[in-house]
C-alpha cells in the first residue's frame, strides 16, 4: 500500500513567517500535486510538478518535487491569514497513459495568526 | 463554467438506516470520483467512473456501499445500512479523461453524521 506521509501535521504560524510543509513516501509517483482545503470547501489544486527535481512557484508559495519522485515539499514566504487551510498533497501513478488514482496525505492544517 | 455540484451539504441518519449522495460533473468531464474524508484525514477514494464504467472500486465496502453513473454524467453513491464509522464527508471529483497529472475538480462535499 503506498503511503504518503505530511509532516507536520498541525503548524500555527504567526503573519509574516516562513514555513515548510513536507510530504514523504517510499513511493515513486509519475506526478505529485498540492492541493488546498478550506472548512467547508472541496480541495483546490495548487500545483502539479512531474519532473524529478522540479521546481515551481506561485506567488509566495514554492514547491520542489524530489529527485527521485518520492518526495515533494511546499515553502511558504511571508505567510499571511489567507493562507490558513489544510494543505493536501497527492500522488499519482498512470497506468496505460491515464491518470491513475490520487493517493492523498492526511494533510498539514495551517493557521496563519494576524 | 459552473462546478461540480453536490447534494444534499449535510445529512444526520441513525446508524442502520440509508443515505444517497448526489453528484453533478463539470459538464464535458467524463471521469468522476467518489471520495471520503474522514475528519482529520486526506480523501479515500472510493469508486471511479470513466463515462458509465467503473474504473477502480476497489476501496468501495461493496456490503454497504453502492454507486453508479447511469447516462455517464449524473452519479449517485447510496449507504445501506450505514453506520457509525461511515460518519465523515463525501467528496465527489470530476477531471477530463485519460489525462495524464490532470486536475481534480472537487464539489463542495456531503456531510454524513451518523448516530
Known amino acids: 500500500t503506498q503511503l504518503l506521509e505530511q509532516s507536520p501535521q498541525f503548524l500555527s504560524i504567526q503573519e509574516g513567517e516562513n514555513l515548510t510543509v513536507y510530504c514523504n513516501s517510499s513511493?515513486?509517483?509519475?506526478?505529485l500535486q498540492w492541493y488546498r482545503q478550506e472548512p467547508g470547501e472541496g480541495p483546490v489544486l495548487l500545483v502539479t510538478v512531474v519532473t524529478g527535481g522540479e521546481v515551481k512557484k506561485l506567488k509566495r508559495l514554492t514547491f520542489q518535487f524530489g529527485d527521485a519522485r518520492k518526495d515533494s515539499s511546499l515553502h511558504i514566504t511571508a505567510a499571511q491569514p489567507g493562507d490558513t487551510g489544510l494543505y493536501l498533497c497527492a500522488g499519482a501513478r498512470n497506468y496505460g497513459g491515464s491518470q491513475g488514482n490520487l493517493i492523498f496525505g492526511k494533510g498539514t492544517k495551517l493557521s496563519v495568526k494576524p | 463554467e459552473a462546478g461540480v455540484a453536490q447534494s444534499p451539504r449535510y445529512k444526520i441518519i441513525e446508524k442502520r438506516q440509508s443515505v444517497a449522495f448526489w453528484c453533478n460533473p463539470i459538464?464535458?468531464?467524463?471521469?468522476l470520483y467518489w471520495y471520503q474524508q474522514i475528519l482529520g484525514q486526506g480523501p479515500k477514494l472510493l469508486i471511479q467512473?470513466?463515462?458509465?464504467?467503473?474504473?477502480?472500486d476497489s476501496q468501495l465496502p461493496k456490503d454497504r456501499f453502492s454507486a453508479e453513473r447511469l447516462k455517464g454524467v449524473d452519479s449517485t453513491l447510496k449507504i445501506q445500512p450505514a453506520k457509525l464509522e461511515d460518519s465523515a464527508v463525501y467528496l465527489c471529483a470530476s477531471s477530463l479523461a485519460y489525462r495524464v497529472a490532470g486536475e481534480l475538480f472537487f464539489g463542495e462535499g456531503s456531510r454524513l453524521t451518523v448516530l
Open positions: 467512473f470513466q463515462n458509465n464504467g467503473v474504473v477502480d
Open positions: 513511493s515513486v509517483f509519475s506526478s
Open positions: 459538464s464535458g468531464h467524463a471521469t
